[in-house]
T-cell receptor, first 116, second 119 residues
Framework: AQKITQTQPGMFVQEKEAVTLDCTYD???????LFWYKQPSSGEMIFLIY??????QNATEGRYSLNFQKARKSANLVISASQLGDSAMYFC?????????????FGKGNQVVVIP | GAVVSQHPSWVICKSGTSVKIECRSL??????MFWYRQFPKQSLMLMAT?????????EQGVEKDKFLINHASLTLSTLTVTSAHPEDSSFYIC???????????????FGPGTRLTVL
């Protein structure tokens, strides 16, 4: 079964608007971590934001915030005030279990194109 | 901080030759590094987990003798694609795990990737 589900088709978003990228996950572990990465056309994977399963507050990093709904097992990424440089693929990932478990399960990604 | 370099960024080789790709953590020590393969418009596929000083752990379906991994130091892991064939053409990307000291636990920081084309 898929651990991470990202099903949105490619998205076009107007510059300066906010965009929400959906991510749902599947795990029976109580302790886990959720990550979002950005992959521009150059190919590099850029770490954006992290949410631990025990974190009570939604994570925020600059223009990025994570809408963590534990009961629904969703971890949506919100990008505020979109910029042209935000055009990229965005991957949601999960680490199951306690720290040191190492492996991340990645979703299939969301394509975002920001238009001026 | 948490910078990972990868070399070369692209390589073209003839079928049957071997290609070595280096992955270095520049400003932190990484006891664990990962090697992924990515096909166009697809997600990352984990190939193997590389642990410093020990043998790599390969994912199911990944040929150990085909994709040789060496993690000789806390800052360097190498992937050698042996006897490369056109079907090995792909984007290979490495990552290094940042430990508990600093940053979110188990965050993987990625290199810029290597695009391999086998003719």
């Amino acid at each position: 079964a898929q651990k991470i589900t990202q099903t949105q088709p490619g998205m076009f978003v107007q510059e300066k608007e906010a965009v929400t990228l959906d991510c749902t996950y599947d795990t029976s572990d109580q302790s886990y971590g959720l990550f979002w990465y950005k992959q521009p056309s150059s190919g590099e994977m850029i770490f954006l934001i992290y949410q631990g399963s025990y974190d009570e507050q939604n994570a925020t990093e600059g223009r990025y915030s994570l809408n963590f709904q534990k009961a629904r097992k969703s971890a949506n990424l919100v990008i505020s005030a979109s910029q042209l440089g935000d055009s990229a693929m965005y991957f949601c990932a999960m680490r199951e279990g306690y720290y040191g478990n190492n492996r991340l399960a990645f979703g299939k990604g969301n394509q975002v194109v920001v238009i001026p | 901080g948490a910078v990972v370099s990868q070399h070369p960024s692209w390589v073209i080789c003839k079928s049957g030759t071997s290609v070595k790709i280096e992955c270095r953590s520049l400003d932190f020590q990484a006891t664990t590094m990962f090697w992924y393969r990515q096909f166009p418009k697809q997600s990352l596929m984990l190939m193997a987990t590389s642990n410093e000083g020990s043998k790599a752990t390969y994912e199911q379906g990944v040929e150990k003798d085909k994709f040789l991994i060496n993690h000789a130091s806390l800052t360097l892991s190498t992937l050698t694609v042996t006897s490369a064939h056109p079907e090995d053409s792909s984007f290979y990307i490495c990552s290094a795990r940042l430990g508990l000291a600093g940053g979110p636990p188990d965050t993987q920081y990625f290199g810029p990737g290597t695009r391999l084309t086998v003719l």
